[in-house]
């Protein structure tokens, strides 16, 4: 009996020591190919040089640039122009004069970088831009597809309250995906011609939330008629419901925007909360990609001259229903949202999730 029990105890730790290294042996492959960057990444230094920093979308697309930078052994710093459009063409002067091997935009004004970026790129610098455009083709625009955006948070609108609305629009001109965005608004008010849109507003003055309330506020006293507000951004849907929540009128003239973020998930779903629906992609996500994209340049690369992520339709409804509390249960529920499988060649290395 001594015998037969000692047998088996060896047999089990055997086929256990096996099954162990079986296990190992699987895990090879992963561990190779995450070592095997390209050797034109090593010691590289990346600035985002950035416009907008004020909100939760930017701070979350902050933090997917340094997630992915640190995935990728890139060292990164940050320049922050605070809304200002000259600071900004300062910071892009300096990046230039250090030497960092990668810029990346985000945000700002055409007109305020494009000669600046396009210095860096005769510098050998690779630069990439999101939500910017930079007008030259040796630097990658990286976009959430604003028409899409657009067309999902506008198309939800009309289904729920006909086309026949009176429209507050919250729009600022300057900014490219606001500009895309307001060419779908463009096309549907052609297309839906009782759709009408009595009042034009909107600021990026910080706090923006609440600059555009106290113009919101105004709007809605002036033209009691309004029933949706379209808010192509979500720093302008907070701005609105706090207007509406103040004004009484919050059961009476409902949201719809683009952009989503956990503080966006948590004003949705507060109860009698104006703000119904959104279109959005993952900020985070979104970062992410603009660094994989110029990693890809720096390796020798093309992620092509348009990066697009696609959005994804968020409503209210679905947030309550699936218990949706913040941006990681969101990706946990839409996995789609959790991750864009764009600028991602086999030897990238995506951050820890």
Known sequence: MTFIKINYLTRKYIMKWFKSLAAAALLLPAVTMAA????????????LVRFISQGDFFQAYLSGVESQAEALGLEL???????????QRDMLDQAILQGFDGILLQHGFTDSIKDKAAKAVEAGIKVVAFDVDAQHEAIPQIQQSDA?????????????????LDIGYIYVPGFPPLERRDAVFGEYQQRYPELKEVARFGTVNNPIANSVADQAAAVLRANPTISVIFAPFDEFAKGAKIALEEAGLAQDVKIYSADISTADIQAMREPG?????????????????????????LAGENPGQKVLVPPTLITQQLLNEQDIQNM???????????????ANPDWMVLPTR
Do not use: Y
């Open 36 to 47: 095997e960057l390209p050797e034109a990444l090593a010691g590289k230094k990346l600035a």
């Open 77 to 87: 710093q940050i320049f922050d122009a605070r809304q200002d459009a000259a600071r």
């Open 148 to 164: 899409q955006l657009a067309r999902l948070a506008l198309e939800q609108m009309v289904a729920d309250n006909g086309a026949q």
């Open 273 to 297: 909360s104006p703000w119904v629906a959104t279109a959005g992609t993952n900020p985070a996500v979104m970062g992410e990609v603009s660094v994989r994209a110029l990693a890809m340049l």
């Open 328 to 342: 990681k249960q969101l990706g946990q529920k839409l996995p789609a949202f959790a991750h864009a499988d764009v």
